[in-house]
């Protein structure tokens, strides 16, 4: 989707001549209903607020009301959206933000005036109201509906984090984008081509290793899970490199662009969604299209392991041993547990290169869904690195719920043939995080001799909340959510010189 034009404005919003205009409204004493903010003039307001008033409209979040624009205000309709206070957070203002844009409908125009309190409400803003306002780009008859072409923010102050707004949703519509594309169309190589299109003209250099490079370089996991397909698997390495670059990370995406279990064959039915399973990789990638263009301090390089999981005569078998770039062997005993073994490629490939901190984020396992619901992702890994996760998610107001690496679950991983397997076989018990000691095994080393320690490594299974299969809610859409995509943007633009430390120490 293309995102409509954001502009600034000091205007009253009274005289602003759009299709929609969006208003906040908080609880006020009495049970009366007050208009929030100070945009408008005070007979506007008035106005507003007692027609609020005497249709006793609900001011709770998620609470949204499409209203005739009284006289004297130039808009077509007014949205009065819950606040739930009168001190919103840019939490609340995201949130807001998101509802009103979809109650509003289809316009070609909108402007948005909820009350701000600084930069950060002004990036909330513009990012609720953008992520709500996401249209998917549908294979259907040409509609009629208009394009949405303009957003006017009425009484932002922070042009630079209007800018870091509509980059952060700019990068989030781009992984719905990708994870909406139909699996025909979206294979390790075509996904390849639209990252290098969508990253033309910015500073991100890329490069592709085809199946013959794989092989040479001992990528047995991507191989393996890609052996099965007509269109063979990729690794994608993309690399920011900014001047004095304060440190390092290294972004690990799984990339199946479908999955249907391999010979471990799937039932049908659930393989339906199973496009959705490239998300990790369309995450990264959008990540690092951020980064570089709002210029993070720190050296990003992104690594999206990309392989299509299909049965055939060429599939992987239960019961085969593969390798895994560096050498680790690995006894597959269900093609379907598939998107740890690219990633095992992946971490290995990021750790070779020594980066002060190893993300890896995939739809992982069902298991996490179970546990956490669609609202949350599982976070797991080093103390250090899950801090770093934990508290990026937090300021850009995504969910994240730690959990546990036990290590009496590692013996179910254990082989009689290879260094260990991919599942443990015999029990169902703790998938989630069966699943994170497994990659944990891939998290390479750094220094040397006495000080030599495993690289800070935090794992992301997102497999709940990548896609919403209810009713939208907020700014998220049913479907493609992209995400995390705003938390690691987040991390790689708020590491500092005192955060890379800590993780080196």
């Not at 949205?79 to 009168?86: C, F, N, R, T």
């Not at 593969?322 to 093609?335: A, D, P, S, W």
């Not at 069902?366 to 976070?379: D, K, M, P, S, V």
Request: a negative charge.
């Amino acid at each position: 989707m293309s995102l409509p034009r954001v502009a600034l404005s000091d205007q009253s919003p009274a005289f602003i001549a759009c299709d929609a205009l969006i208003v906040g409204i908080a609880p006020g004493p009495d049970g009366s209903v007050e208009i929030s903010g100070d945009a408008f003039g005070p007979d506007h307001k008035r106005q507003l607020g007692s027609q609020a008033s005497t249709l006793s409209l609900a001011t709770s979040m998620d609470d949204a009301h499409v209203l005739p624009a009284p006289d004297g205000v130039e808009a077509t309709k007014v949205i009065l959206v819950g606040l739930g206070s009168d001190s919103p957070t840019p939490d609340t203002l995201r949130h807001a933000a998101g509802v009103a844009v979809r109650t509003a409908g289809k316009n070609a125009h909108i402007a948005i005036a909820l009350p701000s309190a600084g930069p950060q409400s002004d990036q909330a803003i513009v990012e609720g109201a953008l992520l709500g306002g996401y249209r998917v780009t549908a294979k259907k008859k040409p509609s009629t509906d208009p394009e949405w072409e303009t957003l006017t923010v009425v009484g932002a102050t922070d042009p630079a984090a209007i800018h870091t707004g509509l980059s952060t949703a700019q990068a989030v519509a781009f992984v719905r984008d990708l994870v909406n594309t139909p699996p025909n169309e979206l294979y390790p190589e075509s996904f390849s081509q639209r990252v290098a299109d969508a990253l033309a003209g910015v500073p991100v250099s890329i490069e592709v290793f085809n199946e013959d490079q794989l092989a040479e370089g001992g990528f047995g996991g991507l191989l393996g899970v890609g052996g099965g397909s007509a269109r063979p698997p990729r690794l994608v390495a993309l690399r920011y490199q900014p001047e004095q670059a304060l440190g390092h990370i290294a972004l690990i995406g799984k990339g199946i662009t479908f999955d249907s279990g391999g010979l471990s064959l799937k039932p049908p039915s659930s393989m339906v969604g199973m496009k959705y399973d490239m998300t990790g990789a369309a995450t990264v990638a959008g990540v690092i299209l951020a980064a570089a263009t709002l210029g993070s301090p720190v050296a990003i390089t992104a690594w999206l392991c990309l392989a299509e999981n299909m049965p055939s005569g060429t599939a992987q078998r239960p019961g085969d041993v593969i390798t895994i770039r560096g050498g680790t062997t690995v006894e597959v005993l269900n093609t379907d547990a598939e998107g740890r073994l690219v990633l095992a490629d992946g971490l290995q490939a990021a750790s070779e290169e020594s980066p002060d901190l190893l993300i890896d984020i995939a739809t992982l396992t069902g298991a996490a869904r179970i546990a956490l619901g669609e609202r949350y992702a599982g976070l797991m890994g080093h103390e250090a690195a899950r801090a770093v996760v934990a508290e990026s998610a937090q300021r850009a107001g995504e969910l994240v719920w730690p959990m546990p690496l036990p290590d009496e679950l590692r013996t179910g991983l254990k082989s009689d043939v290879a260094d260990i397997a991919n599942v443990a076989t015999g029990s169902t018990l703790g998938g989630m995080l069966v699943a994170g000691l497994f990659l944990e095994e891939f998290v390479g080393t750094t220094g040397e001799g006495d000080d030599q320690r495993p690289i800070p490594w935090a794992h992301l299974d997102i497999a709940g909340p990548a896609s919403n299969s209810s009713s939208p809610w907020g700014y998220t859409p049913k479907g493609p959510t992209g995400a995390l995509t705003r938390s690691l943007i987040e991390l790689v633009r708020g590491l500092d010189a005192e955060g890379i430390a800590r993780l080196r120490q």
